[in-house]
């Protein structure tokens, strides 16, 4: 057997069982085999560690007095089906349940939007509306800024090129206040 080949299908015994994609008799029977082994333990261990840095925040989250600011820690794509989407509206709900209204999203890394990022974008400015806050968005790259323009959501949602001009809309004096 070709030894690249017997390696691929190591690893990919490895993920099935990270992933729990196996049975459980399956499951049993690899890490009979496998966690006796050293070597294969040690591959497992070094693709779970892979999986964590994988599977790290899109989107991180972090305060200024009353303001919430919320910041895509990569390129980041406001589509249906992306995980930036979804950690994004996860991370908007909880701020809804908190009662955090005043709401700054950070698009400067976001290449990429449809109608359901919009979508969400005018849901939760909608919700802070309604519960006396805001939503702005902080530099929105062109393409962003185009799609706002046709939709004309840009007469609804304000966006701001930098955090300072952004932080002073919501009324905060971001040279006299605390990071």
């Given amino acids: 057997m070709d030894v690249h080949e017997e390696r691929l299908r190591r690893e990919e015994k490895i993920r099935d069982y990270l992933f729990r994609k196996m049975s459980p008799e399956a499951a049993e029977a690899f890490e009979i085999e496998y966690l006796a082994s050293d070597d294969c333990f040690d591959e497992?261990?070094?693709?779970?560690?892979?999986?964590?840095?994988?599977?790290?925040?899109?989107?991180?989250r972090r305060r200024l007095e009353d303001i919430t600011i919320?910041?895509?820690?990569?390129?980041?794509?406001?589509?249906?089906?992306?995980?930036?989407?979804?950690?994004?509206?996860?991370?908007?709900?909880?701020?809804?349940?908190?009662?955090?209204?005043?709401?700054?999203?950070?698009?400067?890394?976001?290449?990429?939007?449809?109608?359901?990022?919009?979508?969400?974008?005018?849901?939760?400015h909608a919700h802070a509306l309604r519960n006396k806050g805001m939503v702005k968005l902080l530099n929105p790259g062109a393409k962003i800024r185009q799609m706002m323009r046709v939709t004309r959501l840009d007469s609804v949602l304000e966006s701001y090129d930098t955090e300072r001009d952004a932080l002073r809309a919501f009324g905060l004096d971001p040279d006299t206040s605390p990071s």
């Fill in 44 to 60: 497992m261990v070094a693709s779970r560690l892979i999986l964590q840095v994988l599977g790290k925040p899109k989107v991180e």
């Fill in 70 to 124: 919320l910041e895509f820690t990569g390129s980041a794509q406001l589509t249906l089906q992306s995980e930036e989407m979804q950690q994004l509206q996860e991370l908007l709900e909880q701020l809804g349940q908190q009662s955090d209204t005043k709401v700054l999203i950070d698009l400067s890394r976001v290449s990429r939007i449809d109608s359901s990022g919009l979508a969400l974008l005018i849901t939760w």
